[in-house]
């Protein structure tokens, strides 16, 4: 059943000259399928590492892990409150026109968690800089990481009350989205404060953050160089030191053998002499030789501490660089559509695919930090291994 102001945008859509592009079984054959698969990854993700974080209570007393379930559930937010009203859309056109105050809520939701995601990422990069730029000199407790959230939450809440309330870009429906967002158009100003914040802020914010972390591991690479050069040359004259004393000792020793005497007394005192020197000096070079010993695993157990911690911040590096990409490639094509909507009227397709590469960032964050992260890693293999040893059971008995 259509309500009166669905049918007026139907025929009114009907009536224009432009070919309505939705209506082509296989385009919306592929939106239904790309956005289903979008939902169902998204979903899948952002819950299993939600879940992770809850279970573990390793996890859960990592400060850095806050912050991840702070995008976490922000992108969930964008999964639940946006994605799937565009899926029904999809299927029930115009709906939403209906539903005035649902379609507000939809665009209110749609703001905060895009918003809410820009700024989380934002701040698990601040993060990430203090800790391995500062070597956690700069102690970040518990109420610091909370009080982060909560600054990034009041931008994403100032950013989205205006469009709700309709002081400025007021929350309409949009057929290229298929859900409610603000109406760009008609306000520039929201929009250029909008471009601000998300290109301006956020993503200099990332890549500064992150290329601080890239300095600080080429520091730290060459450091380890130099130590390690330090410790070779150290290892080779101590090792020639100790082969000039071996050498002095044989000398010793062959120099008080040489000198005999007629006399049997003296003989023994200087074979007695001579024996006591060698055992002498066998104790030493044993001594020496338990030292370099002890040295080479103090120092194999640092090398491989330095380099442990120089892989970690190479990941935390890659992962930035990733995270980074990701953003500015998923949210662009969004941003400049919206943008030529002020001056012109871009396609359907082309919307619908903006906004689907957006959504797509949604289902991109918690991949790349699981994949990335050593605990989600483990975490989620013992789970798996769960799973195939279970359905292996159930095959067996059947």
Known sequence: MLCQAQESWLANLSRENDVYDNQHEFLLVSEVFSLVTIILVAFVANVSIITAI???????????????LNLNITDLC?????????????????YLLCYPVLCRING????????????????????????????????????????????????TLLM?????????????????????????????A??????????????PTMVTSYGLIVLKVKRSSQRIRELRDRETKMSTEFNSS???????????????????????????CINTTSDSQERHMEEEIEGETS???????????????????????????????????????????YMVVQGCKITSRPGHAMETFAMWLAYLNAALDPII???????????????????????SCCCRQM
């Not at 993060?127 to 109420?143: D, G």
């Not at 930090?369 to 359905?391: A, E, T, V």
Request: glycine content about 4%.
């Open 54 to 68: 809850q279970r573990n209570s390793r996890l859960r007393r990592h400060h850095y892990h806050l912050l991840i």
């Open 78 to 94: 964008l999964c639940v409150g946006s994605m799937l009203f565009s899926l029904v859309d999809l299927v029930y056109e115009g």
């Open 108 to 155: 209110m939701v749609s703001l905060m968690a895009s918003f809410g995601s820009f700024s989380a990422v934002a701040l698990i990069s601040i993060y990430r800089c203090l800790i391995i730029v500062s070597e956690r000199r700069i102690r970040i407790r518990r109420c610091h990481v909370i009080a982060m959230i909560t600054f990034g939450w009041s931008v």
């Open 160 to 188: 989205s009350i205006p469009p709700t309330i309709g002081v400025t870009a007021p929350i309409q429906y949009s057929h290229g989205t298929h859900h409610c967002s603000p109406s760009w158009q008609d306000s520039r």
């Open 190 to 203: 929201y929009y250029t404060m909008s471009l601000v914040l998300g290109y301006c802020v956020t993503l």
């Open 242 to 268: 100790l082969a000039a004393s071996k050498q002095q000792y044989k000398t010793a020793a062959i120099v008080s053998s040489g000198n005999t005497s007629s006399s049997p007394r003296i003989d023994r």
């Open 291 to 333: 030292s370099i010993s002890a040295e080479e695993t103090i120092s194999y157990t640092a090398e491989r501490k330095r380099h442990e911690y120089r892989r970690q911040q190479k990941q935390v590096a890659f992962t930035g660089m990733l995270l980074v990409l990701t953003t500015t490639v998923c949210w662009s094509p």
């Open 369 to 391: 930090y699981s994949m990335f992260d050593r605990q989600f890693r483990q975490i989620f293999d013992r789970h798996l291994h769960k799973i195939h040893s279970g359905c």
